[in-house]
């Protein structure tokens, strides 16, 4: 199994509409991301949570809102899906680097793909 | 301003061909993570390779190897004798402790190769 899980993996829906995207993780790691992927932009940082307490803005976080339910779970809503939210969407998680005796690799999900018509 | 730049939007080359992807970064932070990830066109992202700030030393793995030079603030990756299968998108992504490590990526470069 995907140290790093995401559901739904492909996703079509309706202008208007909300959508929450899952991730879970079974590194034990505190640090989770979610990151949009669009051609020719890479990826876009879009909220980030340090602990389960702590969550953060990236940079594209308008028309987004995050959840963290638990050290392994991070969700990430669209409360009103708009067809620009058409993008690929990357969860991960990471440990907190050489300061904290780790590696500070992010560790990735599959990928959930979010079309918006 | 961008912290990782990725000038080569596309590469082509034929198989067996020599090919390097350029990455300059800009940190103001001593500390830091360099990383390259490979995407291909199945979509998922995969680890290719981390560097630390105070470890210079350029790596070779298999046909792939890595330059790191603090004096240019460059970070470039070298697929010597290249195959179809390294036809991916490759991500250079800098990482500093200084803003709580977190990542910043640049564009991309999409390889293709050309059999």
């Known amino acids: 199994d995907a140290d790093v899980t995401q559901t739904p993996r492909n996703r079509i829906t309706k202008t208007g509409k909300r959508i929450m995207l899952e991730c879970s993780q079974t590194?034990?790691?505190?640090?989770m991301y979610w990151y949009r992927q669009d051609p020719g932009l890479g990826l876009r940082l879009i909220y980030y949570?340090?602990?389960?307490?702590?969550?953060n803005k990236g940079e594209i976080s308008d028309g987004y809102s995050v959840s963290r339910q638990a050290q392994a779970k991070f969700s990430l809503s669209l409360e009103s899906a708009i067809p620009n939210q058409t993008a690929l969407y990357f969860c991960?998680?990471?440990?907190?680097?050489?300061?904290?005796?780790?590696?500070?690799?992010?560790?990735f999900g599959e990928g959930s793909r979010l079309t918006v018509l | 301003a961008q912290k990782v730049t990725q000038a080569q939007t596309e590469i082509s080359v034929v198989e067996k061909e020599d090919v390097t992807l350029d990455c300059v970064y800009e940190?103001?932070?001593?500390?830091?993570?360099l990383f390259w990830y490979k995407q291909p066109p199945s979509g998922e992202l995969v680890f290719l390779i981390r560097?630390?700030?105070?470890?210079?030393q350029n790596e070779i793995s298999g046909r792939y190897s890595w330059n790191f030079q603090k004096s240019t603030s460059s970070f470039n990756f070298t697929i010597t004798a290249s195959q179809v299968v390294d036809s991916a998108v490759y991500f250079c992504?800098?990482?500093?402790?200084?803003?709580?490590?977190?990542?910043?990526f640049g564009t991309g470069t999409s390889l293709t190769v050309i059999p």
């Open positions: 991960a998680t990471s440990d907190y680097g050489l300061a904290g005796g780790g590696t500070g690799e992010l560790f």
């Open positions: 590194k034990g790691h505190d640090r």
């Open positions: 949570s340090f602990d389960v307490k702590d969550i």
């Open positions: 940190t103001r932070d001593t500390t830091y993570y």
């Open positions: 560097r630390n700030s105070f470890d210079e």
């Open positions: 992504a800098l990482s500093e402790e200084i803003t709580g490590n977190q990542f910043y």
